[in-house]
């Protein structure tokens, strides 16, 4: 680590988050802002790296979100079709359960097949290249996003806390909706009169309001999740590119990607976009994705070990590793599966393509959780403790190093 401050790269990686963020605001993917920020670290890349581009990809960002809207408006439309025992209570039954069946394939599995339904927008996914004083044997990814979430009202209110009920239980009621849907169709329109479906559809109410209205049109400064990831790298690839050639303190066969990638918070469609271009590239030589996101509190760093709500599994080599590199540094990190409801990270693309990857947060993960700045319009640097940003940085040069000596050894 000679010659490294890392307390000060820390400090600039927030200085220059937080000018970032002044000039572009909030950056929904697929905006002027979200477009001029990744335009912006692909011109800052193109300054130190042997290789830079931004690339252009086509992305439906309103796919991602749109059954939130759709499933309660099902909901509300067969609850009246269900009251005046019409039979047309058929269409809102269809929609619902169409509507479940997206809600699984984008956001339980995060496929793309309804994309094609939706508006097509620009993204920009931005790398660059430092490339070894000697031949490649191996190459390291890191990565973070510089788009920016819409705001969930929820987690932006004193009842954030209810979060995790805001969403899940909707859900029983839509299921429940179906099934008394289907009694009724089947000529079972006398449960109309039941107290127990009436008490049912009255405590459902408040739910389906808070769920339909759950999402803002606004998008969050969002410097923890997760402009500092990308800026972070960025700081730390441009460290790395000042010492070659005039320090011993380089890399001699190991190539490494710094990363920004777009559409992460439309369903990881900028990694995904990554990972088809460049899959021949990546995958001809050993290829490790140490990925970075929501980065707030010291004293709540974790490590994925299975990424999209649970269903791909991350690299367990590189999990131990980046533990006992943090021990090393004396930080703790606790070994994290991702929850389902809990969503998804660029990791997990790369794992698709069978590449070695894994995704380092710092925030907490419980399901009942207060105090969150994430999704918020509070998502400032202000939230983001300096000593966050100093420990991944420090991991992820050891990492980098660690690889170096085992290709050297």
Known sequence: MKGMDFTELAKNSLKNTDELIHEFGPRLAGTKQCQKVGDKLGQILSEFCDESNVEDIEIHPESFSFYIKFLPLMYALGSLFFYLRSNWIIIPLIG?????????????????????????????????????????????????????????????????KFYAPAIFIPYFFFLYAIIIFIIAISGQFNIV??????????ISLPFMIV?????????????????????????????????????????????????????????????????????????KIPTYHLNFDSLYNVDQFHI????????????????????????????????????????????????RKGIAATTILAMPTDIVREGLVYHTRNDTVDSIESEVIEGCLKIAWDFLWLKEKQIES
């Open 193 to 202: 009169s039941s107290t127990f479906i009436t008490i049912c559809n009255i």
């Open 211 to 283: 769920y339909i209205f759950m999402l803002s049109s606004k998008g969050t400064p969002g410097a923890g999740d997760n402009l500092i990831a990308s800026v972070m790298v960025i700081e730390l690839g441009k460290k790395l590119a000042s010492l070659k050639h005039s320090n011993d303190l380089y890399l001699n066969h190991t190539r490494v990607i710094l990363a920004s990638f777009d559409a992460e918070e439309a369903g990881l469609r900028g990694a995904a976009a990554f990972m088809e271009t460049h899959y021949k590239k990546l995958q």
């Open 304 to 351: 994925l070990t299975h990424d999209i709500n649970g269903t791909i599994p991350l690299s367990q080599e590189m999990v131990d590793d980046v533990i006992k590199i943090a021990s090393k540094h004396g930080i703790s990190f606790s070994k994290f599966s991702m929850t389902f409801g809990g969503g998804g990270t660029d990791a997990a693309e790369s794992a």
């Open 96 to 160: 619902m359960i169409f509507g479940i069946f997206m809600m699984i394939s984008i956001f339980g599995f995060y496929k793309h097949f309804f994309d094609r339904f939706f508006p097509k927008k620009v993204g920009k996914n931005v790398y660059g290249c430092i490339e070894p004083t000697k031949d490649v044997h191996q190459q390291v990814i890191l990565s973070g996003h510089h788009d920016s979430a819409r705001e969930i009202r929820i987690l932006a209110s004193r009842f954030q």
